[in-house]
T-cell receptor
Framework: DAKTTQPNSMESNEEEPVHLPCNHS???????IHWYRQLPSQGPEYVIH???SNVNNRMASLAIAEDRKSSTLILHRATLRDAAVYYC??????????????????FGKGTHLIIQP | DADVTQTPRNRITKTGKRIMLECSQT?????MYWYRQDPGLGLRLIYY???????NKGEISDGYSVSRQAQAKFSLSLESAIPNQTALYFC???????????FGDGTRLSIL
């Protein structure tokens, strides 16, 4: 499986934008880029996903490099509630929709985002 | 009410005991998963199920078994618990079409 590389931790101030990077240089053409986050004492929470084009939803934006070897999760205005571990995960679209092969998420260590008031 | 409910939330037991962790969902999803998380690490997949008749081993299935009693229920069993199975366990569900997984709040299991 293609792997991702994220910084161990990042720090930002409340009400400022946050850019969380992820490198995935061995990404394949059928890999979607997914982001999840895990708040303290909770299960992971889906944030956003994309394939090639930039994506926006109510939680965040996902900017994908033209060569797809990196991506950035953007929190436009961080709040204290956004303090969490953020995971960048690749999911093969064929496995995801057909059920062929293992269909679990492969979590790395993620980025621990600290928000300062 | 939570969409994905795990019971119990916390459990302390002794080595050699049989333990069952239960997961139920109200999302109507066909796929269900069990993960384990150790301190400072990401989640690792134990078992997953695409429907009631389909059970598949994940990355770390040794020492665990599962049962999919209904579309909404997926239980994880430790037949003879050992201390290195002390961890946080998460159940998740997904809709095959949408792909996003939805997690419960976890079961913290301690084996003495």
């Amino acid at each position: 499986d293609a792997k991702t590389t994220q910084p161990n931790s990042m720090e930002s101030n409340e009400e400022e934008p946050v850019h969380l990077p992820c490198n995935h240089s061995t990404i394949s053409g059928t890999d979607y880029i997914h982001w999840y986050r895990q708040l303290p004492s909770q299960g992971p929470e889906y944030v956003i996903h994309g394939l090639t084009s930039n994506v926006n939803n109510r939680m965040a934006s996902l900017a994908i490099a033209e060569d797809r070897k990196s991506s950035t999760l953007i929190l436009h205005r961080a709040t204290l509630r956004d303090a969490a571990v953020y995971y960048c995960i690749l999911r093969d679209v064929i496995v995801m929709y057909s059920g062929g092969g293992a269909d679990g998420l492969t979590f790395g260590k993620g980025t621990h985002l600290i928000i300062q008031p | 009410d939570a969409d994905v409910t795990q019971t119990p939330r916390n459990r302390i037991t002794k080595t050699g005991k049989r333990i069952m962790l239960e997961c139920s969902q109200t999302k109507g999803h066909d796929r269900m998963y069990w993960y384990r998380q150790d301190p400072g690490l990401g989640l690792r997949l134990i078992y997953y199920s695409f429907d009631v008749k389909d059970i598949n081993k994940g990355e770390i299935s040794d020492g665990y078994s599962v049962s999919r009693q209904a579309q909404a229920k997926f239980s994880l069993s430790l037949e003879s618990a050992i201390p290195n199975q002390t961890a946080l366990y998460f159940c998740a569900t997904s809709d095959a079409r949408r792909g996003a997984q939805h997690f419960g709040d976890g079961t913290r299991l301690s084996i003495l």
